[in-house]
Nanobody, 123 residues
Framework: QVQLRESGGGSVQAGGSLRLSCAAS????????KGWYRQAPGKERELVAS????????YYTDSVKGRFTISRDNAKNIVYLEMSSLRPEDTAAYHC????????????????WGPGTQVTVSS
C-alpha cells in the first residue's frame, strides 16, 4: 500500500506564497502521474493540478493558472505545488494524488490519496 504525506501548508496573507510537498512511501509510484486536489468546507473536491509521469505534461484548473506550478522529482519520489499570489478563495485542505489510471483525468482516476495539508489565506 502506498502512503502519501503532504507538508508545507500554513496560514498566509493574500498575495503570499507557499510551497507544498508530497512524498510517496513506495518507489512503485515514482514515475506515475501525480496531482493535487483541494476541498474547502461545504465545497466539492477540485482537481487543482496534475502532472503526467512520462512526458511531464501538466494540467491546471483555470482559477490557478499563472499562479500555481506543479513539478516533480522522480528520484526523490516527491511532487511539489508552488503557490503564489494566493487569494482567500484558495483556502482549503490540499491533498496529494498518485497513480492515475487511463480512464480519465479527474480526482477519482487516481489510486492513492494523501490525508491533506491545510492552506489558509487571509485577506
Amino acid at each position: 500500500q502506498v502512503q502519501l504525506r503532504e507538508s508545507g501548508g500554513g496560514s498566509v496573507q493574500a498575495g503570499g506564497s507557499l510551497r507544498l510537498s508530497c512524498a510517496a512511501s513506495s518507489g512503485s509510484v515514482s514515475r506515475a502521474a501525480k496531482g493535487w486536489y483541494r476541498q474547502a468546507p461545504g465545497k466539492e473536491r477540485e482537481l487543482v493540478a496534475s502532472i503526467s509521469g512520462s512526458s511531464g505534461t501538466t494540467y491546471y484548473t483555470d482559477s490557478v493558472k499563472g499562479r500555481f506550478t506543479i513539478s516533480r522529482d522522480n528520484a526523490k519520489n516527491i511532487v511539489y505545488l508552488e503557490m503564489s499570489s494566493l487569494r482567500p478563495e484558495d483556502t482549503a485542505a490540499y491533498h496529494c494524488l498518485a497513480d492515475r489510471d487511463t480512464l480519465g483525468m479527474g480526482v477519482f482516476n487516481f489510486k492513492y490519496w494523501g490525508p491533506g495539508t491545510q492552506v489558509t489565506v487571509s485577506s
